[in-house]
Each structure stands twice: as C-alpha cells, then as structure tokens.
C-alpha cells in the first residue's frame, strides 16, 4: 500500500490517494516488488513526486513509470 510511503506534509484527496494506490499496487505486482521494499519506497516516493507535479492520470503514470518494451528496439542495430 502506497499509504505507508506518504509524508505528513502535504494533502492528497481521496480519490488520487485511491488511484496513485492503484497505480502502486499494480507496478508492484508486475514487477514483483515487495511493498516493504527498498524498490517499493522508490516507486511510491516517484509516484507522489509526479503527482505533486501535476501528473494525475493513471495511465500516464503507468506509462512513465512502467519500463519500456524491450522489443520496441529488437534489430534497431
């Protein structure tokens, strides 16, 4: 759960809690992240930051924070 990686400063509604929790849960899973995590604390404090920043639609999220496709370069050389 992304809740145990928030700060006390700052405010985030409900609802952006509940899609940034979302967008952590599934990263996580399909990285394998384990939330109490070194990886898990990086993905939530770079979800939070983007979201600070204005980014609050969740498939923008995901798609920055989601690695890119390997094979979107396969033979490129």
């Not at 145990?4 to 405010?11: A, K, S």
């Not at 399909?30 to 983007?50: C, D, G, Y």
């Not at 204005?54 to 995901?62: A, N, Q, S, T």
């Amino acid at each position: 759960m992304i809740h145990r990686h928030l700060p006390n400063e700052g405010f985030i509604d409900p609802a952006g809690l509940s899609m940034l929790g979302d967008v952590f849960d599934e990263v996580c899973r399909q990285r394998q992240i384990v939330a109490e995590s070194e990886p898990a604390f990086a993905l939530a404090k770079q979800l939070l930051s983007l979201y600070q920043q204005g980014i609050r639609d969740r498939e923008k999220l995901l798609a920055i924070v989601e690695p890119p496709d390997q094979d979107l370069f396969a033979g490129a050389m």
